[in-house]
């Protein structure tokens, strides 16, 4: 017997506020079914009307299935039910019908928002504000829909209660083109009779620091837009919405409490001018006062397409240590982002407690706080009138391992604080485990360095006054970030942006997204190719198309903008930032952008196939071949090697298969050379090489250097922060060392994912976890792959696990002397292509490895095989 599990729409979970004309939808079968031989979608209004009915189809796809039925209606619910029918001895069997509560609901679709946007009166920066209106209710409630657009961060609550647990909606777009708009079940809230909805608004990415921190910016103050929309039992219908009957804060420019609230700068809270009463019913605040405003852009609002930012964890501290000053220190034992929870106890009003966040310590034992360049970062607390008070912060977030308190009331304990953790609410898909702890604490850091770093926008740092989402290090890192959490609502909601945020002056792909200052800059190699390399590898992870056909010109575009400004014979020169951050090994301007742009027309020829557009295929092969042409004539010596000899020269060359087969082997040899005798076994590589190393050295058939490039423990490499104490993965190399202390002040983040992008080589090689790459539609999404897991690096045992959009994936092995067990795992409706680990052969299997495995095998070292667990004893 088997289920059917996971049904999404949109890659979201039971969705409100879902606006997409022809939504897609998924799900996983998991069991006894190897494959299913039909399948069948139906789609009901909660009335029981059948908006779809796909009929039985024949096909094993259960990943991105358009809906095909009426004109999906605003404000409407419907349900969802899968039936299968499971392929059995050549056969349908018997009919599988989902049974998880399964639905989507539409928003407002093209009906327009009722309202305006509003906005409190305020005279100072980064302040806060409140706003407020009653209504009442006097019929039986049947549902209630709040309906939420905001510039800036906002609260919601109706009748003191908030509306969600979500933080920082409603997310940062592109704030000059669009703004999402989340919806709420508010049902259970209303109540009989008199009735408050109210927010609390802040300037968050709009109107914060961050906007304006590099010129440009969005807007000066925070705006909001709501429709509180009522269905009543009889069938009517009341909205409630922001207009100058809203009332708002008008005292000082501030919320009652929140005085001031920055994401760079932090939050001052004044708890004895809180007052909880203007959230509820019949308040009577003299200091309400009207205020109607337009947005400074031309805005679309959206619906919710990506995932909710939300507290995901709660760490205590592992240490608390009282400097001779009277400041406290807390360890949290994990470099981390979020807040800082504490409980006051024995208060007496007016009290101020101060609050650094910082990454490490000096040597002084104080919160090192120097890498945060112009970021204050700093929570500041005055108590109020109760004995006990609870306190986090709101509308801001830190990048810390440890903070220090001034004037703490008594003693400080662990029961008195704790680290709030937040980030994209992602469901985790992905582990690696193997028997060497130090490469397991080096996975841990880029699990961590994700979850700081993935705070609705895939940023670069979470600390100093930055935290962009700048676009190389998303694309180098998101092929692991794509293991290790479904990350398709989030990335597709970045990519949006990416697309409507193109730079002004050249129409390409700006360095990072979203950008409030688009007017300056120009595209610039590895960073701009974002625009193609992430939509790929929606594509690959994830089967999706449609980013690849919607934005196919924008990808045309940055290569033909590159090659009509070429300087001369297709030789390109626009990079902006070279091979960030190398170890002493750079690599030219010009070489490094004419291979990378060789290697991207080579993947947008791919990705031209998949959209078949034959035309642009044939255009886009003929200029590869006149780009490649160009390279070899100014890149290569007479003896078919590379005249750049940087790692990161060699490695893109090889990487993207530029070479004539004649120079591959006198290329590898210098590589090798290279990193084995010129830098004694290390790396050398920046932002850019550093992704190609590992999965370059697998292709040349040098895993005995790409695993011990892995156990290096000497800097520089991946494992010299861990043996440092790192908790996540680091900016530099060298960050921190014990001989040196901390690198460059001015730009030293120990919270900086890039280079963890290594993490790819631990599923896809350790372990052998493969997607297809090929320009075919009917293999994505790990439709077919491949597992292949190569041993090695004294490594005596490696697992990962991996949740695709089929199912679970798994590959584990042990090495027991001569003896190699290897366990596996193929979820329903794919196909996995296994190969031996060279010079292994098998000896015994599971019984099911034995009947589907080793006759296909018959002395070779490949095989096909289909959904089951899977174990097999291999010899030397």
Known sequence: MFTIYDIKTEYLTNPLGMDEAKPRFSYKLKGDCEKQAERRIIIKTTDGSIAWDSGFVASSDSIQIFYGGETLKPFTRY?????????????????????????????????????????????????????????????????????????????????????????????????????????????????????????????GWYSG????????????????????????????????????????????????????????????????????????????????????????????????????????????????????????????????????????????????????????????????????????????????????????????????????????????????????????????TGSFECSNELINKLYSNIVWGQRGNFIDIPTDCPQRDERKGWTADTQVFMNVATYNMFAAEFYRKWIEDLNSNLLVECGCFANFCPDPNPHTAEGSTAWADAGIICPWLMFVKYGDTELLKKYYHNMAHWIDWQIEHAKGNLIVDNTAFGDWLNANDPISKPY??????????????????????????????ELLDRVLAEFHKTFLREDGGLKEQSQTAMLIALYFDLLPESSVSVVTADLIDSIVNKRG??????????????????????????????????????????????????????SWSHEKGFGDVNMNSFNHYAYGAVG??????????????????????????????????????????????????????????????????IPANTTAHITLPQGWTITDGSANAKQKLSALFSGEVKATATAGEYELTLKK
């Open 79 to 203: 349900n969802i039910t899968i039936e299968v029918k499971p392929l059995i001895d050549g056969k349908s069997g018997n009919i599988v019908t989902s049974t998880e509560e399964a639905y989507f609901e539409t928003g407002l679709i093209d009906t327009p928002w009722q309202g305006e946007w509003i906005a409190y009166k305020n005279s100072k920066d980064f302040s806060t504000g409140n706003l407020r209106k009653e209504f009442s209710v006097t019929k039986p409630v049947a549902t209630a829909r709040l309906y939420v657009a905001c510039l800036g961060f906002y609260a919601g609550y109706i009748n003191g209660k908030r509306t969600d647990d979500a933080s920082f909606a409603p997310g940062w777009t592109d704030y000059f083109t669009r703004v999402q708009y989340q919806a709420y079940d508010v049902t259970s809230l209303i109540a009989n009779g008199d009735n408050c909805v109210g927010f609390t608004i802040a300037p």
């Open 209 to 428: 620091a961050i906007s304006y921190i590099w010129g440009g910016g969005y807007g000066r103050k925070p705006l909001i837009k709501a429709n509180l929309r009522i269905v009543y039992e009889d069938g009517s219908v009341e909205t409630i919405v922001t207009d100058e009957n809203f009332l708002m804060s008008n005292t000082d420019g501030c919320s009652d409490a929140i005085r001031f609230s920055d994401i760079y700068h932090g939050e001052v809270f004044e708890a004895w001018r809180e007052d909880t009463n203007w959230k509820l019913p019949n308040f009577k605040g003299e200091q309400w006062k009207p205020r109607i405003v337009k947005p400074d852009t031309n805005l679309t609002i959206v619906w919710q397409r990506g995932a909710f930012v939300r507290h995901m964890l709660s760490v205590k501290p592992v240490s608390i240590t009282k400097r001779n000053n009277g400041t406290w220190v807390v360890d949290f034992g994990q470099n981390l982002v979020g807040r800082e929870r504490f409980i006051l106890r024995n208060t007496t009003t007016g009290q101020t407690i101060h609050i650094k966040h910082g990454e490490m310590l000096r040597a002084d034992g104080s919160v090192y706080t120097d890498n945060l360049r112009s970021a204050s970062a700093t929570t500041t607390y005055t108590t109020g009138t109760h004995e006990i008070e609870i306190y986090e912060p709101e509308f801001t977030f830190y990048g810390f391992r440890y903070i220090e308190i001034s004037n703490w009331l008594g003693e400080l304990t662990a029961d008195d604080i704790s680290a709030e953790v937040i980030y994209s609410d992602l469901a985790t």
């Open 592 to 621: 490094l952008c004419t291979s990378y742009m060789a290697g991207m027309i080579k993947l947008l020829i791919k990705i031209a196939k998949i959209n078949g557009d034959d035309a642009e295929v044939a255009m886009r092969t």
């Open 681 to 734: 076994m290390h790396l050398s590589t920046g932002f850019v090489g550093t992704p190609l190393l590992l999965p370059t050295l697998t292709k040349l058939g040098r895993n005995d250097v790409a695993y011990a490039l892995l156990n290096q423990t000497t800097y520089p490499s991946w494992l010299y922060p861990v043996t440092q104490g790192a908790t996540t993965m680091w900016e530099r190399w060298d």
């Open 760 to 825: 790819e080589w631990f599923f896809e090689t350790i372990c052998g976890i493969q997607p297809s790459l090929e320009a075919d539609a009917t293999k994505a999404a790990f439709k077919e792959f491949t597992l292949a897991p190569i041993p090695g690096g004294e490594l005596t045992y490696a697992k990962a696990a991996y949740e695709s959009m089929y199912g679970e994936i798994r590959s584990g092995w042990k090495l027991d002397g001569d003896t190699l067990v290897w366990n596996f795992a």
